[in-house]
């Protein structure tokens, strides 16, 4: 028998005996040696010639050890991590209305648990310094907070109550250890029931445990509508009204057009062009012009309103607008980044009017393959103004069939149906080929729908429904889309061994892998894959398969929703990236300057470069695409809580009524269901799941009853009756209808387990 032979017996029968604190030792070692480097457990077994059973089982409980010492830090299910982290780290406060606070520290987004007694009152955003309490064994890991570095905030909204000697704000965010007392002369006449925005003026200390604070300003009583609109926009530090000098200094500029803005420009007064937006929208930022060029070509112009011509950095109206870096909007109102008379009158593209504007014009051929294209300051004058419903009238007149993604038939002699139908449906046609063409080559195929509300005069809701994007839709979004990217990457894609300039980009990353890895696990049971790694084109493909695999089965919501989940959230920056969702390796954000800043600074900055300018500050506008992503947020969670608000009210009548739903989220402390007839969506509380102690399985969206092994998963068709609709909460509860608990089957899943 060979050496090599006699080794690799020895190996099956145990090989190399070693004792614990021998292999201790080694890993210790093993892991000090590479700091920065997650390591497998394949890796690490590999490494170290750890081939027996016996010694990768010893190996995985000292790495547990070192774990709960604080030595290692587990990253996956089968990977850890050196922990270089201090006793003393600094991060951000999480508060929780249940008493489980916890700390993000700097760097990781894995939470850190703090009870309310170590906290020192710590709230939700806020920066703070914690120390690591001594671990016990078998309990998680504690910190306890012993510096609050940074407030988060100091103004918070709520409804106050006045009584005979105190009067203090009550929040309905969850968000303060306690409600904050306020002296009965800082009021400003606030009285009980109104909700009010209020300064905290002293935090709790070694002297005294109350937040005291002053009202800044009464919103009006509690209920009426523009008083809870102003109250959540107020809640995320959004601003509820418009400063009169920045209206004063936009009211006196006049959109006159000289002769000298001419010269400067394209003229494209003489070329078709229209609008095409929202039946109730007012600032038109962007029109389509297209005509046929001799060489049979169409020459097709993406216009955009030139708000840096009117807006100069620096002002007192670009101040603001910064400020605010996008407008929210809200159920029933916007709330506009510019003044009024700027995005609704001077940088609107009205039709009929002449109307400055920064242009990507594109020479494409039948088959909508690019032969030219040029980034262009231009003035236009619109031919017509169209609502999406309008346009799509147009389309199915001359014989489209919305959702097909096939453009209008050949007219014959006749022509097209309507004034401008050969505009509107050539558009419409080429628009498709570049929407194909896209999602050859790497766009992810979701079709995501928007809940609308109907509203009457008092701003209540009558009516509630879901609307999808329609071909109309489409053929404005393909041309942004297009408007978008080239002109990224004029900026952005520079020869080999130059460096670009500095420019705002708006990137996508990769999903992130553990939950690809959930989204696999949980699709699997459906007879349906996923790819969850290789290069971003080949799981984009893999992601269309999946959507279109799932389409026409029962659990097609569900899928896109756990996809949706996985996918991370878009922001922008300097450092480019690439788009995941898109599929594109620039993208930008040029098409609407009227209602976002980043699309105002990309003007700005195309000019300058234009001009033969050098390159911006990057540290500058890295700042501020930070704050343009943190402002984007809290307008999209401002929108959420409206959308919210009018769910709630629009249901207020309807307590005791019966439903058909499905559940929509899972949850430790309940199920989130949406009525199949409207899309409202409400909650069943744990509480009234009161038929089995249920256990939540995080990773497959489910609960899972301990004695009766009832489940409930992410899309299951459930009976619901409306049990409680709290407007100022913004709280929709449902219970289980009788009907589910009857004949002794379990009618909440159609199935029993």
Known sequence: MGKKDHQSKKERRGGKRMTKKQLAKILDAFFSSQPDKTLTLKEIFHSLRLNTHPLKMLAMDIMEEMTWDDALTRVSENSYKLNTKGQVQEGRFVRKSNGKNSFIPDGSDKPIFVSERNSMSALTGDRVRVSMMARRRNHIKEAQVIEILQRAKDQFVGRLRVDKDIAFLVTTENTLAQNILIPKNKLKGGKTDDKAVVKVTAWPDSEHKNIIGEVVDVLGQTGDNDVEMNTILAQYGLPYKYPKKVEDAADKITGEITDKDVAEREDFRDTWTCTIDPKDAKDFDDALSIKKLDNGLYQVGVHIADVSHYVTEGSIIDREAEKRATSVYLVDRTIPMLPEHLCNFVCSLRPNE?????????????????????????????????????????????????????????????????????????????????????????????????????????????????????????????????????????????????????????????????????????????????????????????????????????????????????????????????????????????????????????????TKYQNGGRSANEKHYEDLCEHCSDMEQLAQNAERDSIKYKMVEFMGDKIGNEYDAHISGITSYGIYAEIDENHCEGMVPMRDLDDDYYEFDEKNFLLRGRRHHHKYQLGDPIRIKVARANVEKRQLDFILADATQKDGKDKRMGNKK
């Not at 051929?365 to 030219?372: V, Y």
């Not at 990137?507 to 971003?536: C, Q, S, W, Y």
């Not at 996985?566 to 930008?588: E, P, Q, R």
């Open 354 to 606: 002449d109307k400055l504007c920064y242009s990507v014009i594109f020479d494409l051929d039948d088959n909508a393959e690019i032969k030219a294209s040029r980034i262009v300051h231009t003035i236009i004058r619109s031919n017509r103004r169209y609502a999406y419903e309008e346009a799509q009238q147009v389309l199915e007149d001359n014989g489209v069939v919305d959702g097909t993604g096939e453009p209008a038939p050949n007219p014959g002699k006749d022509g097209f149906k309507d004034e401008y139908g050969w505009e509107i449906c050539t558009l419409d046609r080429l628009a498709k080929l570049l929407r194909k063409k896209r999602f050859k080559d790497g766009s992810v195929m979701f079709d995501t729908e928007e809940l609308h509300f109907d509203i009457d005069e008092k701003g209540h809701p009558i009516r509630c429904y879901f609307k999808r994007s329609k071909d109309a839709n489409k053929l404005i979004e393909e041309f942004m889309l297009l408007a978008n990217r080239t002109v990224a990457e004029s900026v952005g894609r520079v020869p080999k061994g130059k460096k670009a300039k500095v420019f705002p980009y708006r990137v996508h990353d990769n999903p992130d892998p553990e939950k690809m890895e959930t989204l696999r696990k949980f699709i699997a049971p459906f007879g349906l894959k996923v790819k969850t790694d290789g290069t971003r084109k080949a799981m984009i493909k893999s992601i269309n398969k999946l959507m279109c695999d799932v389409e026409e089965q029962k659990e097609a919501k569900v899928v896109q929703t756990v996809t949706l989940r996985a996918m991370m959230k878009a922001k922008y920056t300097t450092h480019n990236i690439g788009h995941f969702g898109l599929g594109f390796d620039y993208y930008t954000h040029f098409t609407s300057p009227i209602r976002r800043y980043p699309d105002t600074m990309v003007h700005r900055l195309l």
